[in-house]
């Protein structure tokens, strides 16, 4: 690592990446823990790079997804608590970054939680959030999508390590990006992993819910499966994160699970949100978080349109 985009000095750094089941951290699963120690001027940097061992299988999704198998999992997966113990002594108390840490940030605590191991207060940064900052006028932020934009080798996508090493070189090829700080949510000011969100995207969040509904075409369908399962009439309720995105170029208002976009607020919904965005004061802003719960989808009669409608749960001010 000797390109100009690599810092020659300063604190140690690390990288890290989870492959999961699915997007819902209280009910899925960690199965790849990758790490990358990068030491500014060092000639090589420490890794980690563990299958975890689970007791289900894995959907079909994210077999296809990421290529990881039962097999491989069987033969290879060791128990998440070695793992988690290794992971905590190997990041030790320097800064973490992550490609949408809120998300590895979110599993990370309920595995915490779920093996009784103390809170970590290492400081996280989001290489997701950095790229849109760096590069605002790209049509996606995908990972592999910066890769591409970057002319970096995208390697063998949704497996740790190679995602680990793509948001390091996303992540430090963007703090030479000549673009200015990206504003901060003065409302949170604790960005360690232990907050759940060590990301500048503002979370939205309050003491009540309202329900919305996320208006999908046929070409959001596979993610909106991958969440809600097959053509579901009345899906399980999922505890997810999702994000809302401002479209700059419509009045649209889409929603995105883990950076894929399965639909869009209704037109009113859509209207409401921006109108409360502007009274907020946060007009800077394009991307949104909020935890949510997915009260199951209604699909279309017909097969070939591949059409639903999916309900979220999303909390909001009593103001």
């Known amino acids: ?18 492959e999961t089941t699915g997007l819902c951290a209280k009910k899925d699963a960690i199965i790849e823990i ?51 113990d290794e992971f905590i002594e190997f990041i030790g108390d320097h800064d973490v970054v992550a490609f949408n840490i809120n998300f590895d940030a979110r599993f990370l ?22 790229a849109r900052s760096a590069w605002p006028e ?25 995602d680990t090493l793509l948001a390091l070189e996303v992540y430090f090829h963007s703090l030479q990006a000549d673009r200015p700080e990206p504003p901060s949510n003065n409302k949170k ?22 329900r919305i509904e996320v208006l999908g075409t046929s ?36 929603v995105l699970l883990h950076e894929e976009v399965v639909g869009n607020l209704a037109p009113r919904v859509a209207q409401d949100f921006r109108r409360a965005v502007i009274d907020g004061d946060l007009a800077e802003f394009r991307h949104f978080e909020c935890s949510a719960k997915i009260r199951g989808g209604k699909v279309s009669e017909s097969l070939k349109d591949g059409c639903y409608v999916m309900w979220l749960d999303i909390p909001q001010d009593d103001d």
């Open 1 to 18: 690592m000797r390109d100009s985009h690599y810092p020659i000095s300063g604190e140690p750094i690390v990288f890290f990446d989870f």
């Open 34 to 84: 990758a790490a990358v120690k990068y030491v500014p001027g060092a000639q090589s940097h420490a890794h980690m790079d563990q299958l975890i061992a689970i007791d289900r299988p894995l959907p079909p999704f994210i077999k296809r997804l990421t290529g990881i198998s039962d097999d491989m999992l069987r033969t290879s997966g060791r128990p998440m608590a070695e793992v988690l």
């Open 109 to 130: 605590n309920a595995a915490i939680e779920r093996h009784g191991r103390r809170p970590i207060r290492n400081i996280g940064h989001c290489a997701l959030a950095r």
């Open 138 to 162: 790209l049509p996606s932020h995908k990972l592999v999508h910066l890769a591409s934009h970057l002319k970096l080798d995208v390697g063998t996508a949704h497996r740790a390590l190679n």
């Open 189 to 210: 000011k604790d960005r360690t992993i232990a907050a759940g969100a060590p990301s500048i995207i503002p979370i939205i969040s309050g003491p009540r819910q309202f």
């Open 219 to 254: 070409r959001y369908q596979e993610a909106f499966e991958a969440v809600c399962g097959p053509r579901t009439q009345k899906g399980t309720v999922f505890d997810i994160q999702v994000q809302l995105r401002i479209e700059t170029a419509s009045n649209s208002v889409r």
